[in-house]
């Protein structure tokens, strides 16, 4: 049974550029969730998709935007990288109010 | 906006001894609580929970503390094991909104 997996592992960007993560949930999960990890700091939560559409988001710009397709996968996608958007990226999935399952995160660099 | 805190970025215990993790919360609107626990290149894991109408839950040798009137949780391993060396974050939620500590790295000494 495949946990949650991410893509890529590992990105390299440059400022001002735009960059699509990729997260794929747990078998039976229906609900996915995105958050930032910064160095140091605990996951802070950015938003989260539920049947296609963002149920809650957190306090993020609208540089960051999702999307969930039909199949429970998820993509964050990030506009006009700052240097400051360097983070370990995190999708979590979750069935109803079940515990979060994360995956092992997208480690992005902006230089 | 730091809505829960561990105010305690490391610790460090014997093996065998009891280890105690601390979290506060300020939002009251949270009701249901958890423990997760991260290895280096790893996603957290979900270790244990409490709903905010239970004071205790215990999973073997972890047992989570929840005291609603000071808005804290604990969560104490006994007896540590060295594989318990991680770091372990509290996270707080309320409907689909979860929030995180910044974390507390233990170390559990052979």
């Known amino acids: 049974d495949a946990g949650v997996t991410q893509s890529p592992t590992h990105l390299i960007k440059t400022r001002g550029q735009q960059v699509t993560l990729r997260c794929s949930p747990k078998?039976?999960?229906?609900?996915v969730s995105w958050y930032q990890q910064a160095l140091g700091q605990g996951p802070q939560f950015i938003f989260q998709?539920?049947?296609?559409?963002?149920?809650q988001r957190g306090n993020f710009p609208d540089r960051f935007s999702g999307h969930q397709f039909p199949n429970y996968s998820s993509e964050l996608n990030v506009n006009a990288l700052l240097l400051g958007d360097s983070a370990l990226y995190l999708c979590a999935s979750s069935h109803h109010f079940s515990p979060l399952h994360f995956g092992n995160g997208t480690r992005l660099t902006v230089t | 906006d730091q809505q829960v805190k561990q105010n305690s970025p490391s610790l460090s215990v014997q093996e065998g001894r009891i280890s105690i993790l601390n979290c506060d919360y300020t939002n009251s609107m949270f009701d249901y609580f958890l423990w997760y626990k991260k290895y280096p290149a790893e996603g957290p894991t979900f270790l244990i929970s409490?709903?905010?109408?239970?004071d205790k839950n215990e999973d073997g040798r972890f047992t989570v503390f929840l005291n609603k009137s000071a808005k804290h949780l604990s969560l104490h391993i006994v007896p540590s094991q060295p594989g318990d060396s991680a770091v372990y974050f509290c996270?707080?939620?309320?409907?689909?909104?979860?929030?995180f500590g910044a974390g507390t790295r233990l170390t559990v000494k052979p």
């Open positions: 078998s039976g999960h229906d609900t």
């Open positions: 998709y539920y049947e296609e559409e963002e149920r």
């Open positions: 996270a707080a939620s309320a409907y689909y909104d979860m929030r």
């Open positions: 409490i709903s905010s109408i239970k």
